[in-house]
Structure formats: C-alpha cells, structure tokens
C-alpha cells in the first residue's frame, strides 16, 4: 500500500491535526442509512471494503508518527493507561506477533520483519526503529511486548480473556479513548464493562453478541464501527483527563462548530489469538472534522439526518445534549433532502 | 494443505501423524488444547475428524496428532491407520481450541482416559515451560500401557493407572486446594464418573473443564427436508447429518465436530432430533426446535431444518 506519512501533527494544544483530501475520502463513514439504532452490527474483517480504511489488517493513515507521538505523551503522564495481567503472558506475545506480521506484509515499505526461529528483528522505518529480540523473551525488549508494539500501532487495543463462558478484559493500551477507562474497567467482564451503554442491553444485544464472541474462530476475524463525537480533534478523552477536555465542550457556538466539532469513528476489529485463546480488540480510531465531512455530499446530508433523528438516550449517552442543536443547524445547510443511496462509500472520488 | 512427514507406530493401535506445511511456510501457532479437522480421504467419501495437536504448542513447523483405530471405525480412524503414507497431502482446518489452559489456576489437575489423553500431551509441554503446578492421572488398559508410559514419562506428577480401581477420583479431589482445575478428557463413561464425583464434590463448575471426543456415530438413516432449499437429503447409517449436507454440497457451519461447540446448530421445523451433543440446554432438548448436526440424528423417518 502507497502511503505518505505526514510529519507529526498534534492531537492536543493547538490542535494541528488536518485530513487531506485522501484522508477524507478513505474515512470510515459509519451511518450506512439515514437512521442509527443500536445493532449487533459484526461482519467479516477481510481486506477490502467501502473506502480504502478497509484495505489492511490494521489500518495505517498519514497520522501514523503523530498518533504515536501523542500516545507516548500520554504515557509520560499516565502510566497506567497500559496494564496487563500477569495470566495474559501469552496474549502480549501473540499481539506483538500478529501485529508485526500484518504490518510487515500490508505495509512492506515501512515495517519489515525478519525471523530465523525465536530470533527476529523488526524495523519500524517511519519511527527510526530497528529491534532485534528473542520471541518469547521479554527481557529481550525494552518494554514489555504488548506495551513495546502497541506503542507502535495507531488505535487503542484491549485483550480479552475467555473463561467461564465469558470474556474478561484482562489488559490493554488505552490512550485514545472516548470517555472510558481501562484502570476502571480491567478485569470487568463483558457485561460488566458494557455497564454504561443504554438502551442496548434491553435489546439483548450484549448477550447475542457475547455468545458470538465465544465462538469467534482463529482465522477468521470480524470487524463492527462504533461512533461518537469529540470536540476538537483530541485522541485522549479519558475520564481521567476530563478536567483538560470537559470544558470545551461549552466553547461550541454556530461559528466554530464545523472546525471544532469532530465525528469519531471507532474502527473495531476483534481476533482469536492462537497461542493464549484470547481475544484481540483493536479500537481503531479516526477523527474528522465536520468541515471536513461535509465536502463528501452524501455524508454531509445523511449525517444531518442521522443527528437529528437519534434516540435521545444515545445523545444523552454520547454526551451530545448541549451541542445538538448546534450541530444540527450547521448540518442542516449541507442537506438539500436529495435521497441517499445505502451504504456507507462517499460516492465521489474527488473533492 | 499439509504434507505427511512422518507417521510412528506407538502400539499396534496407536499412531503418531505428524504433518508438514505443503508450501514450505510455516503453520499458524497453536495452543496447547487445540485441534484441527483433517480431511480424510476415503475412497467413496471424505471424513472430516477432530483431532488434538499433541505438538509443541506454538511450535510451527509441524503439527502432531496421534490416532487411535477406533474398533468399529466409520472409516476415518482406519484409513489412517491402514492407509496414510508418507509424502501424502491431507487438508489440515485452522486450529480452534475449545478446551484452553485457564492460565488463572494455582494448580492443573488434569484426568485423562484412552486416547483422551491427546490435548494434556500438549498441557504438559506448555505447563512446564513456566513452572506451572500441575498432576496428571491417566487411566488405560493394560495392553496399552507400554504405549501410554512412553509417551507420558511418569513422574511424581503423572501417574499411570492400568485399573481404573487405583484412580480414586473423589479421594483425589478432596485433597485438593483452593484453586486447583480440574481438566478432564476420555470416553464418555469416564467423564461421567469424573464430573459426577466432581458434582459430589461441589467442585465449583468454573473450574472444571470437560473435552468429549468420539464425534459422530451411525444410527438408523433418516431424510432430511431442507424446507427453504426445497430438497430431501438421506442421512446413511454411518454418516452424520452435518456429513450429508456436506456431501450434498451445502456448506454448513461447524467447528468442533463433536457436539460441543454449538457452533452447527440448525433450527427443526418438524421431527423429533435425537439429541446426542452437549451444548442444547435441557429446555431446548425438550422443545425439539434444534438440532446440533455433527453428532446428533432423528427419532423420526423425517426431520424438515429450516435450511
């Protein structure tokens, strides 16, 4: 895949994130229709899909040393947003396995990895790494394996172990969340963890979707999108951050409300992994910002639709009451009530 | 696709298959517990059998089953045995594993019977690299036990038992403490005498975990009417309904092949299943609204699936 990497942007301060136009254009837009209700939304995760997000195993963009970058900072701060428990041994080597291999064969001009038997190398050409380490050995890598190659992937990553005919999240790197916390949640089980989200357990959906995961097969990954929004492109909206991002939620007014307020789309992959049994939860993230969205015409006007219309408990929980309105103002001057195809591609190839 | 490198006679009814990547590459990693579904290719059909990878876990470059020939094989057991040859190319599934290590457990106590011995093969190895408490209690015939002692090496913490009267399974679980696991796989006779003195015992069901093997057996035949295809298959006497959809070309969901996983579980529209799997609950058993289509087969001439 041919892709050229912005130099590091910032997710924080000034906020300096920008998408090109190549990046509006492969965003994963998540409304496949004018309406949104809750849905055990799973299907395959193969290669390949309605833009070009799809293309990878793990989606790498241009804001792949930027991302990284911001994740180290929040590190610094926060060391906690990455914990493993000591059971999940097995699970941290089969993540750095599988990420390693996926990136080195989807990305072959950035990443490269050379193994002969336990002993590999990895080179991470966009961050200046090259690592050569015994697998299976963590005193043979700087951090520990989970943390040392999750620090190198775009998107926040949960490891899910099975027991007990449930899955219980037993680790985890977190540092571009919306609005949950991996200290509070680890070692919660899938019920548990889900706890907040209404509406949805009255449906069933968390009990149909937790009997499917038990049965999620090696080999044979799945994908679902989740969506919220965030003002300002921010990666880290942590709970425990809230006091640096909660307040900007009263900056939103009808001028700035196009630049500032961003749709979040959480690109979520979930993987049996062979070696622990566990399961791999990618939370893939991207943010754009509506300015953005509305230059791919069918978004602007499905998205107006889609806001409009939403169940009010899933605005409540999305955090949205005080801007709604606002958003639905501006939205509503990229809707000319044209009807919209399904599905979710732009149906444009340029802007 | 996979490539017989080997094949090691262990007893004149047990043998070790270890197969190769046919490309060259490696296998995906695998864990201790796992098996894969070999395609057996008969001369009329193709039998599609779970076996345990006894390998390494996480070893690549080979996967290891050991076979035993099963008395009144359908076919599977014996073509392997009489059959298989080195170099021969046999389709291998991805591994899945539906009887994993709990990694959470103070100590592993792991009770095998018969060729139910296969996944604790890869237990062990698994167990040891990390210093992990375990005790292992298996019990086989005696004419076997040559075969058995070869592959288990007893120790302090694996004993053999040629009389299942030296394996007092109650007396064991009672001396037991908090947080041990208790892994059992063996015929069905042999699980039931575990998990009944496990019962007894109020061993916590968490920590229990049971992996039945011996997968599909004939019956009587029966039809099955595939209401939404509009078409009749004929179920034989020594093939599964899962096998006869196969065979007629409908690719039906599986993984276990066993009835354990719940994974090929069709809806009944009419007909009474027999119910031969471990997944149904007693209410769904009851209600004749589904079948598992690996092992279980029909009270009744007909079944019409809502397929």
């Known amino acids: 895949m041919n892709i050229s990497l912005k130099p590091a942007e910032t997710f924080r301060g000034d906020f300096s994130a920008r998408n090109s136009d190549d990046a509006i254009l492969r965003f994963p837009f998540p409304f496949p229709e004018d309406a949104y209700m809750y849905a055990v939304n799973i299907e395959p995760h193969v290669r390949g899909g309605p833009t070009a997000a799809y293309d990878a195993v793990f989606d790498i963009d241009e804001h792949y040393i930027g991302e990284c970058e911001d994740r180290a900072l929040t590190l610094i701060d926060d060391p906690l947003r990455c914990q493993v428990l000591p059971h999940m041994r097995l699970a941290e080597w089969d993540t750095l396995e599988l990420l390693m291999e996926s990136l080195a064969f989807d990305y072959p001009s950035l990443f490269e990895l050379h193994r002969q038997g336990d002993q590999w190398r990895w080179v991470n050409h966009p961050l200046g790494i090259d690592q050569s380490f015994t697998f299976g050995d963590a005193e043979t890598l700087p951090y520990p394996p989970f943390e040392y190659i999750t620090r190198q992937v775009q998107g926040d990553f949960t490891i899910q172990d099975q027991r007990e005919n449930n899955l219980f999240m037993d680790g985890g790197m977190v540092t571009s969340q919306a609005d949950w916390s991996l200290n509070f949640d680890l070692g919660m089980s899938f019920h548990e963890w889900h706890g907040p989200v209404p509406v949805a357990h009255e449906l069933g959906v968390f009990d149909r979707a937790l009997a499917y995961l038990l049965r999620l097969q090696f080999g044979k990954p799945v994908r679902r999108l989740n969506w919220t929004l965030t003002v300002n492109p921010r990666l880290d909206t942590s709970p425990e951050n809230y006091p640096e991002w909660g307040p900007d939620k009263a900056t939103i007014t009808p001028e700035n409300v196009g630049h500032k307020m961003c749709l979040r789309v959480e690109l979520q992959t979930l993987t049996r992994l062979p070696r622990s049994n566990a399961i791999l939860f990618g939370i893939r993230g991207y943010l754009i910002r509506l300015e953005e969205v509305v230059r791919v015409k069918k978004w602007g006007r499905r998205l107006h639709r889609v806001l409009r219309d939403l169940h009010p408990e899933i605005a409540e929980y999305k955090g949205m009451p005080r801007y709604r309105q606002t958003i639905v103002d501006y939205l509503s001057a990229f809707d000319d009530g044209a009807p919209t195809n399904s599905g979710t591609a732009p149906e444009q190839s340029r802007l | ?307």
Request: proline share 7%; net charge neutral.
């Open chain 2, 1 to 307: 696709m996979a490539r017989i490198k080997n094949i090691i006679a262990l007893s004149p009814t047990i043998k070790r298959i270890i197969f190769e990547p046919a490309d060259g590459n490696l296998f995906p990693p695998a864990a201790a517990g796992a098996h894969v579904i070999v395609s057996i290719p008969g001369p009329t059909r193709v039998w599609k059998n779970a076996y345990s990878l006894v390998s390494k876990p996480g070893k690549r470059a080979q996967y290891e089953i050991i076979v035993r020939r099963v008395t009144h094989s359908r076919g599977g057991s014996a073509w392997l045995h009489d059959h298989a040859e080195i170099g021969q190319m046999i389709d291998l599934s991805l591994p899945a594993n539906l009887f994993p290590i709990d990694w959470l457990a103070g100590k592993h106590l792991l009770l095998s019977a018969g060729i139910g011995v296969t996944p604790f093969l890869a237990y062990l190895a698994a167990l040891k690299d990390v210093g992990a408490a375990f005790e292992l209690h298996h019990a086989c015939k005696l004419s076997e036990a040559p075969a058995f002692e070869a592959l288990l090496r007893p120790s302090p913490h694996i004993t053999l038992h040629t009389s299942r009267n030296t394996l007092n399974v109650t007396e064991l679980l009672a001396r037991q403490k908090l947080n041990t696991h208790l892994y059992v796989c063996g015929p069905a006779s042999f699980m039931d005498t575990v998990t009944e003195a496990a019962t007894r015992a109020g061993w916590p069901s968490a920590k229990l975990h049971t992996e039945s093997f011996g997968g599909a057996t004939g019956g009587a035949p029966f039809k099955a009417r595939l209401a939404r295809a509009g078409i009749t298959i004929n179920v034989g006497p020594e093939e599964s309904l899962l096998e006869a959809l196969e065979a007629a070309g409908i690719n039906a969901p599986c993984l276990c092949r066993g009835g354990a996983c719940g994974e090929c579980e069709l809806p009944v529209l009419g007909g009474i299943p027999d119910h031969h799997d471990h997944f149904l609950s007693d209410a769904k058993r009851a209600a004749n609204n589904a079948i598992m289509a690996c092992v279980s087969r029909a009270k009744t001439p007909e079944l019409i699936l809502d397929l």
